[in-house]
């Protein structure tokens, strides 16, 4: 076994004879010992390649399709170790939408009067709050992706992107339980206070649909914020106000109809949640503004947002531990 | 036998300082350079050599420059060098978690890295969730884990705790746990970090041999980074010495250790470091002195040499020790514990700032030496470790003829009292 220990040679072959032609061959003309080696490497390929960059478009779904254990433990861990240690524990998936309705009862059915769609209130804020909660819920999770999960991503490489999707997936257990809230008091409505004055017809079939439509929504917002915070995170701190800014923009304690103004009315009618919420609503209580247009826009939104947020973030995820 | 990786002249550029106003300037800059006017990065010219202790003019720093090597399958290569001459980096990159600057990496088969065990381990959780949690970020599925479950329980030896929330746990349960997951992980190649430093020594001895029967029982390569000289030494055969983000020597690993320590400042005499307070204890400052020597004057066979130890205790500790190990060429020749001396200490250890100080004894051969000194509650794990602090020098300076020549075999030098009689 022959060993080189100057610095011009660095290769440690344990064959002399390969040691020789490499230290030879990288003095004299770099270009050709690649080739030698290239033409070595042939029988057996290389399976991994570090580059400096990726493709703008290479994202490797495949890896992603691979992690999927990973995927789902997380997103049991998430569900698992939200209420630790709490008396209450996933009763407050309840208490916290019940509360916010009273509280949009008092202020914006009581005080401010805004109407309702002529449906009763509670179900009208409830139908809102299920929905805005998942989004915001997701939302405000993804997009500290990068910075929350430093610790674990400077250490270990496995796709970034599990991260947000498990929050996604897992946040769909809370909306889940909301939405059986808002069944039951769905119920109660139909049966004993009203009975038979909710006009729920087959456009509810579309929920699943709309909370894919949600879930894409968030996860596109949260993993483009994510990317662009890593650097600089002015952004972060302005996306927490600007959720609860958005809210007002989204029918959630007002009805699209309440806006005769024609302009305006376009206007909220861009949001991309708007039609989402209105959608559920009509299907689900008969009151809302239903139109298929409005829908394939929001999933043309989404599906634009989801493409341009996974490049980039794809993008982000190799270097931003230099950076965050 | 085949190259299981290349690196192909790999360099990484670090950007120094905060990030604020000024960086949104470079990064206009850099944009408008290399999108709209086609050029090369701006700032990829202008970086310096990554040398901690000399302070540089520009922002830009060359982590790692011009990395170019290739290691075989199924061999063990050491990494080494000083603290920052980028032996994290290179593994970070190669463990992509992040991308290099220029330059290729390309490897054959899956690459699986030990950087830090215990990472993604959540508090909340028990030690068998955490062995999926962990396993699957590591790269591995639920059946994979499922199936080793039980191998991984036993070599880790938390078998008792295993349904208990980790964070009950003591650090060194974490390390073993964490380590016996990722030793159990089937990638070709194996990236490791410092994970040895923690864990007392059966569970090192007994790492060690998992690593040593990954390599050469199943053909795996394992890259290994650590400033500990005697587990390098045991697990390496060949090493790659960085300096200053370069690549300073390769080759045989005894050869590369014995430059590495040549090349250790001997001159420093002390250091110290600033209270960490997430440990309960923490070493504050080390230094050698030497009896009536100034620092600058070099160390003679017969000098009385004074170790001075400083630390802090944040909380009153029981059951800790402070440990010192003298190496020379990485082999450990005695180890010796402050509570030795004070057996009261083991009870129980004020809280705020110690200062604790021994001679070394009179015996050693010239040569350079090396020291590890800890603090740590045996059995149960280190707090506080400092490897390889300081390197000194003993020489032989009053070489009085045949009567001292050093050249004698063995590790020290005894004055052993021989009595001749006749007859």
Redo the contacts between chains.
């Keep these: 076994m022959r060993?080189?220990?100057?610095?011009s040679s660095?290769?440690?072959?344990?064959?002399t004879t390969r040691n020789l032609d490499d230290s030879k061959s990288r003095n004299l003309d770099d270009s050709k010992s690649?080739n030698l080696?290239d033409s070595?490497?042939q029988n057996?390929?290389?399976?991994?390649?570090?580059?400096?960059?990726e493709k703008l478009l290479q994202v490797d779904f495949k890896e992603l399709w691979?992690?999927r254990?990973?995927t789902?433990?997380f997103v049991r861990?998430n569900i698992?170790?939200q209420y630790?240690?709490t008396i209450l524990g996933p009763l407050w998936y309840i208490i916290q939408p019940t509360i916010t309705v009273l509280m949009y009862m008092v202020v914006f059915g009581g005080i401010a009067k805004i109407p309702t769609d002529g449906l009763p209130q509670p179900l009208f804020y409830l139908s809102g709050v299920c929905l805005w909660q998942y989004f915001s819920d997701c939302l405000n999770k993804t997009s500290s992706t990068f910075v929350a999960n430093a610790?674990?991503?400077?250490?270990?490489?496995?796709p970034r992107m599990v991260v947000p999707i498990s929050t996604v997936v897992s946040n769909l257990l809370r909306f889940g339980i909301q939405l059986g809230l808002f069944l039951v008091v769905y119920a109660i409505y139909q049966i004993w206070v009203i009975p038979g004055q909710i006009h729920t017809n087959w456009y509810a079939l579309l929920l699943p649909v709309l909370v894919l439509m949600l879930a894409g929504l968030s996860l596109g917002f949260g993993i483009l914020f994510s990317s662009m915070t890593t650097?600089?995170r002015d952004l972060q701190l302005m996306l927490d106000y600007f959720v609860r800014l958005w809210m007002y923009a989204t029918p959630v304690v007002w009805p699209l109809s309440t806006i005769t103004n024609a302009k305006l009315h376009l206007a909220m009618s861009l949001n991309p949640l708007t039609p989402i919420i209105e959608a559920f609503k009509y299907g689900f209580l008969g009151a809302g503004e239903f139109s298929w247009g409005g829908l394939a826009y929001s999933f043309a939104f989404t599906v634009v947002l989801l493409a341009v947020g996974v490049v980039l973030f794809n993008r982000v995820q190799?270097?931003f531990?230099?950076?965050v | 036998?085949?190259?299981a990786i290349?690196f192909?002249n790999i360099s990484k550029l670090?950007?120094l300082g905060m990030?604020g106003t000024g960086?949104?300037a470079h990064?206009m800059k850099r944009w408008w350079t290399m999108n709209i006017r086609g050029k090369e990065d701006p700032y990829l010219t202008i970086g310096e050599t990554n040398d901690r202790s000399s302070k540089g003019t520009s922002d830009y720093v060359w982590a790692l420059k011009d990395i170019?090597?290739?290691?075989?399958q199924g061999?063990v290569?050491g990494i080494i060098g000083k603290n920052g001459a980028g032996k994290s980096t290179l593994l970070?990159?190669?463990?992509?978690?992040?991308?290099?600057?220029?330059?290729?990496?390309?490897?054959?088969?899956?690459?699986g890295?030990l950087?830090?065990v215990g990472?993604?381990f959540?508090p909340?959780?028990t030690g068998r969730?955490n062995i999926?949690?962990n396993g699957?970020?590591?790269?591995?599925?639920?059946a994979e884990i499922t199936k080793k479950l039980d191998e991984i329980v036993d070599f880790s030896g938390c078998e008792r705790y295993i349904d208990t929330p980790v964070k009950r746990y003591s650090s060194g349960m974490m390390v073993r746990l964490g380590f016996s997951v990722a030793a159990h992980l089937d990638p070709e190649i194996l990236v490791v970090d410092e994970v040895l430093a923690v864990g007392d020594a059966e569970f090192q001895k007994k790492a060690i041999g998992k690593m040593q029967d990954v390599s050469k029982g199943e053909g795996r390569t394992v890259l290994f980074v650590s400033h500990n000289m005697a587990s390098i030494k045991a697990l390496c055969r060949?090493g790659?010495l960085l300096e200053n983000g370069?690549?300073?020597?390769?080759?045989?690993m005894e050869?590369?250790i014995d430059?590495y320590i040549s090349q250790s400042d001997l001159s420093i005499r002390k250091r110290n470091w600033e209270v960490n307070d997430s440990k309960p204890a923490c070493i504050t400052g080390i230094e050698i002195q030497v009896e009536g020597k100034r620092t600058d004057q070099l160390i003679d066979m017969n000098d009385r040499i004074k170790i001075v130890v400083e630390y802090y205790i944040k909380e009153p500790l029981k059951g800790s020790n402070i440990s010192f190990v003298l190496y020379k060429d990485a082999i450990p020749l005695f180890s010796t514990w402050d509570v030795d001396s004070s057996p009261e200490l083991l009870n129980y250890r004020e809280k705020g700032y110690h200062r604790t100080e021994f001679y070394l004894t009179n015996n050693l051969k010239p040569g350079i030496y090396d020291m590890r000194i800890d603090i740590g509650i045996p059995n149960r794990g280190t707090i506080d470790l400092k490897e390889s602090p300081l390197q000194f020098e003993i020489r032989n300076i009053l070489t009085e003829g045949s009567r001292k020549s050093f050249t004698r075999t063995g590790l020290f030098q005894f004055s052993i009292k021989w009595t001749d009689t006749n007859i």
């Excluded at chain 1, 060993?3 to 610095?7: E, G, L």
């Excluded at chain 2, 370069?246 to 045989?252: E, L, S, W």
């Design positions: 060993t080189t220990n100057n610095a660095r290769s440690l072959e344990i064959s690649r080696d070595k490497s057996m390929e290389w399976t991994t390649v570090i580059k400096p960059k691979r992690y254990d990973l789902s433990l861990r698992t170790t630790k240690q610790g674990i991503f400077g250490k270990v490489y496995f650097k600089y190799r270097t531990m230099d950076t | 036998m085949a190259t290349e192909n670090y950007r990030v960086t949104l990064d170019d090597f290739k290691v075989e061999d290569v970070k990159i190669l463990s992509k978690v992040t991308a290099p600057t220029t330059g290729t990496i390309r490897a054959r088969g899956r690459i890295s950087l830090e990472t993604g959540h909340e959780m969730e999926y949690m699957a970020i590591l790269g591995m599925t639920k060949h790659v370069r690549v300073k020597c390769a080759g045989n050869n590369v430059q």
